[in-house]
T-cell receptor, first 115, second 114 residues
């Protein structure tokens, strides 16, 4: 099973709302990632979790709050977002250790619109 | 510093033509990994290939082939006999000592017309 699932597929929220994005994988990967992708741009790394601990935060605003409740799940909590936060949010997972199998597998993404 | 350059912003070909997507990378790491991903209009990035810095063998998978040349810091991707289903944005990516951190190129949009 090489699948990463993400819910919801689409999300529309107001600037005062609180919402969460969810990601799940069952490949036994112990590294999970959140990326943000604007139209016609490459994915931008936001957060990396290794063994359920936050290992990389790319100076993301605090209105984005990641959580990794267990090795299979990754959440991204959203609060007081701005319209410029509208984007495709991608989750990915991979092996943790360096080596020949560190490719990341991506989910289908959540397309977020902030009104 | 790590950097990936995909100079071709958009390429249009007619079905059955061969097409090569260029990728040039910069890194000071002695061990690094190169990747190609496909992103169709649906949005999901699909992993195509990984190549390790110590393995310069070229690879062929069906209509896809990859040419890795350390001497020119390039990792080019060729699609033979292109098909409409190949239409997508293709990203080249690099990871180095911090192997969890990927550096993506800006992507090349491939349009294959029937």
């Amino acid at each position: 099973d090489t699948e990463v699932t993400q819910t919801p597929k689409h999300l529309v929220m107001g600037m005062t709302n609180k919402k969460s994005l969810k990601c799940e994988q069952h490949m036994g990967h112990r590294a999970m990632y959140w990326y943000k992708q604007k139209a016609k741009k490459p994915p931008e790394l936001m957060f990396v979790y290794s063994y359920e601990k936050l290992s990389i935060n790319e100076s993301v605003p605090s209105r984005f709050s990641p959580e990794c409740p267990n090795s299979s799940l990754l959440n991204l909590h959203l609060h007081a977002l701005q319209p410029e936060d509208s984007a495709l949010y991608l989750c990915a997972s991979s092996q943790v250790k360096a080596g020949p199998y560190n490719e990341q597998f991506f989910g289908p993404g959540t397309r977020l619109t902030v009104l | 510093a790590q950097k990936v350059t995909q100079a071709q912003t958009e390429i249009s070909v007619v079905e059955k033509e061969d097409v090569t997507l260029d990728c040039v990378y910069e890194t000071r790491d002695t061990t690094y990994y190169l990747f190609w991903y496909k992103q169709p209009p649906s949005g999901e990035l699909v992993f195509l290939i990984r190549r390790n810095s110590f393995d310069e063998q070229n690879e062929i998978s069906g209509r896809y082939s990859w040419n890795f040349q350390k001497s020119t810091s390039s990792f080019n991707f060729t699609i033979t006999a292109s098909q409409v289903v190949d239409s997508a944005v293709y990203f080249c990516a690099l990871s180095g000592d911090n192997f969890n951190k990927f550096y993506f190129g800006s992507g090349t949009k491939l349009n294959v017309k029937p």
